[in-house]
């Protein structure tokens, strides 16, 4: 009950032009059902195993998003139905993906991760990392991987300023690439504690688990 509630309030909350990602790592089938009677469609996954499991017994119409780092062995995996990748971060990988698509016969929409936190313990490419892999001739020839924008995580800390300065950060360089590229559509930033500085910066694709679903037991 309490999770439809949840997605009702975000439904209504949100700006029109922001796609809610429900993250729901770790959470059981049932829970996801209950969103998607809500109306949710589009659900995340950090784990290529646990979401093509959920795949399997859940309805056809949701659109799966992997949100978390990628192995390149487990992408054939979740090449036949994932909808978007949020967290590519390099040629090597987006290669292993188009490879997979071509198998699929389908094309697979990916987001390139950049890191804009301060932690070390965070995933993602720079700026300048990102430009030459769009840039490579490699990838302007893969014709079953589609780059539609970036993806970074603010560090975790209570200094807004701090998270707006990493947010603003990643929206500047997402409107210069966007100049250059036509295809770039998504800028996906915020999760359950930043969400509303990281729509304040820009941010059209908001990622959103524990304040929707109650947090995570990792057993
Ligand atoms: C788990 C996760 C989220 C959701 O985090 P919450 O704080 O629970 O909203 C968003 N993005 C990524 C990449 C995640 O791994």
Same mark, same amino acid.
């Given at each position: 009950?309490?999770?439809?509630?949840?997605? =009702?309030?975000?439904? !209504?909350? *949100?700006?029109?032009?922001?796609?809610?990602?429900?993250? /729901?790592?770790?959470?059981?089938?049932?829970?996801?059902?209950?969103?998607?009677?809500?109306?949710?469609?589009?659900?995340?996954?950090?784990?290529?195993?646990?979401?093509?499991?959920?795949?399997?017994?859940?309805?056809?119409?949701?659109?799966?998003?992997?949100?978390?780092?990628?192995?390149?062995?487990?992408?054939?995996?979740?090449?036949?139905?994932?909808? *978007?990748?949020?967290?590519?971060? /390099?040629?090597?990988?987006?290669?292993?993906?188009?490879?997979?698509? =071509?198998?699929?016969?389908?094309?697979?929409?990916? &987001?390139?991760?950049?890191?804009?936190?301060?932690?070390?313990?965070?995933?993602?490419?720079?700026?300048?990392?990102?430009? /030459?892999? &769009?840039? /490579?001739?490699?990838?302007?020839?893969?014709?079953?991987?589609?780059?539609?924008?970036?993806?970074?995580?603010?560090? *975790?800390?209570?200094?807004?300023?701090?998270?707006?300065?990493?947010?603003?950060? *990643?929206?500047?360089?997402?409107?210069?690439?966007?100049?250059?590229?036509? !295809?770039?559509?998504?800028? !996906?930033?915020?999760?359950?504690?930043?969400?509303?500085?990281?729509?304040?910066?820009? !941010?059209?694709?908001?990622?959103?688990?524990?304040?929707?679903?109650?947090?995570?037991?990792?057993?």
């Amino acid at each position: 009950m309490e999770i439809a509630q949840n997605i =009702k309030k975000y439904q !209504s909350k *949100l700006p029109e032009e922001v796609t809610l990602v429900a993250v /729901s790592k770790t959470k059981p089938i049932e829970d996801i059902m209950e969103a998607y009677k809500a109306g949710q469609r589009i659900f995340g996954e950090n784990k290529i195993q646990e979401m093509a499991d959920k795949q399997e017994k859940l309805p056809e119409d949701i659109e799966w998003h992997m949100i978390g780092h990628v192995q390149r062995n487990k992408v054939k995996y979740m090449a036949p139905f994932v909808s *978007l990748i949020h967290a590519v971060d /390099s040629l090597k990988l987006l290669k292993e993906i188009n490879k997979q698509g =071509k198998k699929n016969n389908r094309m697979i929409s990916c &987001l390139l991760q950049i890191k804009i936190a301060e932690e070390d313990t965070k995933f993602g490419i720079t700026i300048e990392e990102a430009k /030459s892999i &769009l840039d /490579s001739q490699e990838h302007i020839e893969m014709q079953h991987v589609k780059v539609v924008g970036l993806m970074g995580m603010a560090t *975790l800390t209570e200094d807004e300023n701090q998270i707006e300065k990493e947010f603003s950060f *990643l929206k500047k360089h997402f409107d210069i690439f966007q100049q250059h590229n036509p !295809s770039f559509k998504v800028l !996906s930033m915020g999760m359950s504690g930043d969400y509303e500085i990281a729509i304040r910066c820009g !941010s059209n694709m908001v990622r959103i688990g524990s304040s929707i679903f109650g947090e995570r037991n990792y057993n």
